[in-house]
């Protein structure tokens, strides 16, 4: 289901919400990190065209469209800076599955600020876009993504060898469906 009134979504200590005009620094800086984008799809280097093209798209989507991302800013509640994000798109075939994408500044990596963002977003796609499997291919090599994975109690469902990847050794893809998520208890 398509929720055109989404605005934001509060967590202990994140806001993961729409994209602003203002955030064009904070991602253009964030696609454009070696060690961010090693394991991603997008060019690299990133161009300022392609943030600004990005970032306008993002302002006119809603989540829960088919076969389109939509992709969330997680930001700290206390200072509102951009830490991150988080990609969904709900796939056209098999319906009610979703594809997820994520990213931090190193600086941020460590602390459980993914964890939380994803805890808030998966259970938000079951609940409210009424969607049923989420899903997230992995390089090998990223041991954190795995590890981020595995702690939210996805599977792994397949894995592929040079999967389309430049430099890719193995493909994994994850799966967690609804009915074998914990739902979160309080929403604060
Ligand atoms: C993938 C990625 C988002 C994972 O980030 P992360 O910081 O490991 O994940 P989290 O924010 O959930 O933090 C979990 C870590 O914080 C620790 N932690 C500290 N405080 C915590 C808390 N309050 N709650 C939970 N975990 C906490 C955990 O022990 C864990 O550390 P460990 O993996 O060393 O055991 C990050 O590595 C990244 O952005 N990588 C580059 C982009 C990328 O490859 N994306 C994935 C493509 S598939």
């Known amino acids: 289901m398509r929720d055109p009134d989404f605005d934001e979504i509060r967590t202990e200590r994140l806001s993961v919400r729409r ?3 203002g955030d064009r620094i904070a991602f253009h800086e964030l696609r ?5 984008a090693r394991y991603q ?3 690299f280097p990133y161009t300022e065209s392609e943030t600004k093209q990005f970032v306008r798209d993002m302002m006119k989507s809603h989540p829960g469209t088919i076969g389109e991302w939509f992709q969330f800013v997680v930001s700290l509640k206390e200072n509102g800076r951009f830490i991150g994000d988080v990609g969904l798109k709900p796939l056209k075939v098999p319906t009610g599955q979703f594809m ?3 990213s931090l500044f190193p600086e941020h990596q460590g602390q459980g600020y993914m964890t939380e963002a994803l805890t808030y977003i998966i259970q938000y796609a079951f609940q409210t876009l009424k969607l049923d499997k989420a899903l997230a291919y992995v390089d090998l090599r990223n041991d954190r993504s795995i590890r981020l994975l595995e702690g939210l109690n996805f599977r792994e469902l397949k894995r592929w060898e040079n999967f389309g990847v430049a430099d890719a050794d193995e493909t994994l893809l994850f799966m967690i469906e609804k009915k074998r998520w914990r739902p979160i208890a309080n929403n604060s």
């Not at 454009?32 to 961010?36: A, E, Q, T």
Request: proline content about 7%.
């Open 19 to 21: 994209f602003h005009v």
């Open 32 to 36: 454009n990190i070696d060690s961010v």
């Open 41 to 43: 799809s997008w060019p």
């Open 100 to 102: 997820l994408g994520y």
